[in-house]
């Protein structure tokens, strides 16, 4: 009977995770990798750099919802203002990517309309690609399509966006924690004041973790209610944070993908 208990704390222990030994986590590595930790999520913004770096094309221009209606036929109130949209007007090579705010099919219609009246005298423009992905609709007009299609659906979204860490001197001020409170500290915040993603990742000296958790998830509290009334999704990334406990460490993150973030800082233990 004794064993059969003896077991089940162990397994108990392991399941809250008050079994973990304390670690010791590589900080400098951590924030290196989670700059450039990227999300499973297409990101438009990024397509352009990569093209360019393939040399798909020669002298693209970009084409900008003022113009759509000249170059393209688009009724552009009809296109949202996440787009991508570049030609080369003298042979007529180009990729486009809409995203559709109502009428998808009207704005098929009229790029179809558009090609129709180009492609009788450019075999590129007979062969072009017409696909759909991830709400958009994207067109392309090029040596080699497929490339270009693979590369633009290579474009994922950046975890963090433009991150800085909070210097050791602004710590007390910006969380309400002394220094001998805590041991190892990585705090990052958002340069921007439109985006609310960040993460801390601390280690409390002994006997000092309720009042450092105590702290922090105050801290956490404020920032939610700065956000309530502000961006209603960057209030959803606060609201949805990730907390956990590991090796020693307080981990608290505001993320697009917490769990990826995570990973991230767990797999960066210092070994030996």
């Given at each position: 009977?004794?064993?059969?208990?003896?077991?089940?704390?162990?397994?108990?222990?392991?399941l809250?995770?008050?079994?973990?030994?304390n670690?010791?986590?590589?900080?400098?590595?951590?924030?290196?990798e989670?700059?450039?930790?990227?999300?499973?999520?297409f990101y438009?913004?990024?397509?352009?750099?990569?093209?360019?770096?393939?040399?798909?094309f020669?002298?693209?221009?970009?084409?900008?919802?003022?113009?759509?209606?000249?170059?393209?036929?688009?009724?552009?109130?009809?296109i949202?203002d996440?787009?991508a949209?570049?030609i080369?007007k003298s042979?007529n090579?180009?990729y486009?990517?809409?995203?559709?705010?109502?009428?998808?099919?009207?704005?098929?219609?009229e790029?179809?309309?558009y090609?129709?009246?180009i492609?009788?005298s450019?075999?590129?423009?007979k062969?072009r690609?017409?696909t759909?992905?991830e709400?958009?609709?994207?067109?392309?007009?090029s040596n080699d399509?497929?490339?270009?299609?693979?590369?633009?659906?290579?474009?994922?979204?950046p975890?963090?966006?433009?991150?800085?860490?909070?210097?050791?001197?602004m710590?007390?001020?910006?969380l309400?924690i002394?220094?001998?409170t805590y041991?190892?500290?990585l705090?990052?915040v958002p340069?921007m004041?439109?985006?609310?993603?960040?993460?801390?990742?601390?280690?409390?000296?002994d006997g000092k973790?309720?009042?450092?958790?105590?702290?922090?998830d105050?801290y956490?509290?404020?920032?939610?209610?700065?956000?309530k009334t502000?961006?209603?999704?960057?209030?959803?990334?606060?609201k949805?944070r990730?907390?956990e406990?590991?090796?020693?460490?307080?981990?608290?993150?505001v993320?697009?993908?917490?769990?990826?973030?995570?990973?991230?800082i767990?797999?960066?233990?210092i070994?030996?």
């Open positions: 009977m004794k064993k059969l208990f003896s077991i089940l704390l162990v397994a108990m222990l392991l809250t995770g008050c079994g973990n030994k670690v010791d986590l590589d900080l400098n590595k951590i924030s290196q989670l700059d450039n930790l990227y999300s499973d999520s438009i913004q990024g397509v352009s750099s990569l093209i360019d770096e393939k040399n798909y020669e002298e693209l221009e970009d084409v900008y919802e003022y113009d759509f209606k000249e170059v393209f036929g688009l009724t552009s109130t009809n949202g996440d787009y949209v570049r080369n042979n090579t180009m486009l990517i809409l995203k559709p705010l109502e009428n998808k099919d009207k704005i098929k219609e790029m179809n309309t090609f129709k009246s492609e009788s450019n075999d590129l423009v062969s690609l017409e759909e992905y709400g958009y609709l994207i067109y392309i007009v399509n497929d490339k270009v299609l693979e590369t633009i659906k290579s474009s994922k979204s975890v963090f966006n433009n991150l800085v860490p909070v210097q050791d001197e710590i007390e001020s910006t309400g002394k220094k001998d041991s190892e500290i705090m990052k340069m004041i439109i985006q609310s993603n960040m993460y801390i990742i601390i280690k409390p000296e973790k309720d009042d450092v958790k105590k702290a922090i105050q956490m509290t404020n920032l939610e209610e700065q956000w502000y961006l209603p999704d960057q209030y959803e990334l606060v949805n990730k907390y406990e590991y090796g020693g460490y307080l981990i608290y993150i993320s697009s993908d917490n769990d990826k973030v995570l990973d991230t767990k797999k960066n233990e070994k030996g």
